[in-house]
């Protein structure tokens, strides 16, 4: 792990491509203190990699243990072309870190009036105060603060102060993962907290529970009879499942292979499969737009595992095997269109277009099941 974080930091861009090139490595994990390997590209300035990373699906809105995200760091660090990039990318714009700082706070405070200015095109909001009551005006020299006032006006924003507001209670924050996810792909069945059966099928037992503090699905496999050669075949097969480094797959975390039970772990998602969403299991109103998303996010995951070499046999495609994530920190949680007024107040609703549809890789048909049993 510490030596991709080098790569990165040192702009070795083809050494980042041959490490995201292998499956198992997962591109959002975070060192100690939860820097991405995008927010590190972002800070120093790393374009290329920074692009490299974008185009493989990096989480663009994950926050370190200061809640930066690689937009704050891109920001307070001049680098005008990766701001853009991001900003193209649907990163937050109006973000806020520990400080209750926006990545507009840190470029007017360094006086990077080229990045400052794009912030603010880009709908940065010129007024919002930090935990101490300063706007970015506030943090700047008197020439820019009046340029990116001028500018503010003629988009339409309110120059009066807002402010600031506490938004950790709402949970929309994604924390770079534990690089240790990636890691541990043999598990101790032991370590497995396991709290209710979801539901039973052909090919095994689905339950619910916890991992590491991670809300997670074990799957225990149904076999008549668990033998050496079905443990031999399970130990060869289940390490190709464990894809980190595509938006649209949902990667086998680990598996147990303790006979008689072998079992394979992936992450919980909350939403469940697009069968339950399709079934109007979760209250998720899917029309014509948000259909043709998830339908280009399957066919996106289909093609990057028919580019796979060799290719997973046994894959079999139907909307229960397509799991749908949520990705709660595209949100700028500010801006109207992602609120509803309720008794107690605004509080987040959300937001079908933030919604990504993923393979679940855990559905393999593995090799010792009969036919069909899938």
Not at 62 to 78: E, F
Not at 107 to 122: G, T
Request: charged letters at 25%.
């Amino acid at each position: 792990m510490d030596d991709i974080f080098s790569y990165v930091r040192e702009g070795n861009a083809f050494q980042v491509r041959i490490w995201l090139d292998n499956t198992e490595n997962d591109l959002n994990q975070g060192d100690d203190h939860r820097f991405s390997l995008l927010h590190w590209a972002a800070k120093d300035g790393h374009k290329t990699i920074v692009e490299m990373l974008l185009s493989r699906g990096v989480r663009v809105n994950a926050t370190n243990m200061g809640d930066d995200t690689p937009l704050h760091l891109a920001a307070a660090h001049g680098h005008q072309e990766i701001v853009l990039n991001l900003l193209r990318n649907k990163a937050n714009v109006n973000a806020i870190n520990e400080h209750g700082n926006t990545p507009l706070h840190y470029a007017c405070f360094w006086s990077y009036d080229l990045v400052a200015e794009d912030l603010v095109n880009n709908g940065a909001q010129v007024s919002l105060c930090n935990r101490y009551g300063d706007t970015p005006l506030d943090k700047t020299n008197s020439h820019l603060a009046a340029i990116l006032s001028e500018r503010a006006v003629s988009l339409g924003q309110d120059l009066k102060k807002q402010p600031y507001r506490d938004r950790s209670w709402l949970g929309y924050k994604t924390r770079s993962r534990d690089a240790t996810l990636s890691r541990h792909s043999g598990i101790d069945i032991g370590q497995l907290n396991l709290q209710g059966r979801i539901v039973s099928t052909h090919s095994g037992d689905l339950w619910r529970g916890i991992w590491q503090s991670n809300d997670i699905v074990a799957k225990i496999l149904n076999l008549t009879e668990c033998t050496a050669r079905n443990s031999r075949d399970f130990k060869e097969e289940y390490p190709r499942l464990r894809i980190f480094n595509h938006p649209n797959i949902l990667p086998v975390l680990g598996a147990c292979n303790q006979p008689p039970n072998l079992v394979v772990i992936s992450q919980f998602m909350p939403f469940g499969s697009l069968y339950d969403v399709l079934h109007g299991e979760t209250g998720i109103v899917v029309d014509q737009n948000q259909a043709l998303r998830f339908a280009l996010d399957v066919a996106r995951g289909m093609e990057f595992l028919h580019s796979l070499e060799p290719m997973i046999p046994n894959m079999y495609l139907n909307s229960k095997h397509v799991m749908i994530d949520e990705d709660l920190a595209k949100i700028n949680v500010d801006d109207p269109k992602y609120q509803r007024q309720t008794e107690d107040g605004v509080v987040i609703s959300g937001i079908d277009e933030d919604l990504t549809a993923r393979i679940s890789m855990a559905d393999y048909k593995f090799s010792f099941h009969e036919k069909g049993s899938v």
